[in-house]
């Protein structure tokens, strides 16, 4: 099973386990069952400062992704670190969904394009 460890920071009321839920939905339909995966819901003043630091852009954004393992092959008994996904539920308002599964194909390694954007109808 994949393990998703949550960090609150944004004082939202959110759901978590619809969250979780579709997170591990995602990543069963794209063969990964197992690993560790940490969802940090933040206030938009630090999405903004992640997303100036790590892509150099200063403004809000709805979600982040910081991709560890993907799905590189790992040796045996090692557990997968498939990273972690930043999201601002003050941004991303009632769309967090969409926001969340996009942020999760990144974590397994898909780019903006057009099979980012078929995998994302398929959870839509």
């Not at 898909?110 to 099979?115: A, I, M, R, S, T």
């Given at each position: 099973?994949?393990?998703?460890?949550?960090?609150?920071?944004?004082?939202a009321?959110?759901?978590?386990?619809?969250?979780?839920?579709?997170?591990?939905?995602?990543?069963?339909?794209?063969?990964?069952?197992?690993?560790e995966?940490?969802?940090?819901?933040?206030?938009?003043?630090?999405?903004r400062t992640l997303?100036?630091?790590?892509?150099?852009?200063?403004?809000?954004t709805?979600a982040?992704?910081?991709p560890?393992?993907?799905?590189?092959?790992?040796?045996?008994?090692?557990?997968?670190q498939?990273?972690?996904?930043?999201?601002?539920?003050?941004?991303?308002?009632?769309?967090w969904?969409?926001?969340?599964?996009?942020?999760?194909?990144?974590?397994?390694?898909?780019?903006?394009?057009?099979?980012?954007?078929?995998?994302?109808?398929?959870?839509?």
């Open positions: 099973m994949v393990e998703v460890e949550v960090a609150n920071r944004s004082g009321d959110f759901d978590l386990r619809t969250a979780t839920a579709l997170i591990r939905e995602v990543l069963r339909a794209e063969g990964i069952v197992d690993g995966l940490g969802l940090q819901l933040v206030e938009p003043e630090e999405i997303k100036r630091e790590h892509l150099g852009m200063d403004e809000e709805d982040l992704a910081f560890i393992d993907g799905r590189e092959p790992l040796p045996e008994g090692i557990p997968r498939l990273g972690d996904v930043v999201l601002c539920p003050e941004v991303v308002g009632d769309a969904r969409a926001a969340l599964v996009h942020a999760v194909l990144h974590l397994v390694g898909y780019d903006h394009g057009l099979e980012m954007e078929a995998r994302e109808r398929t959870y839509a």
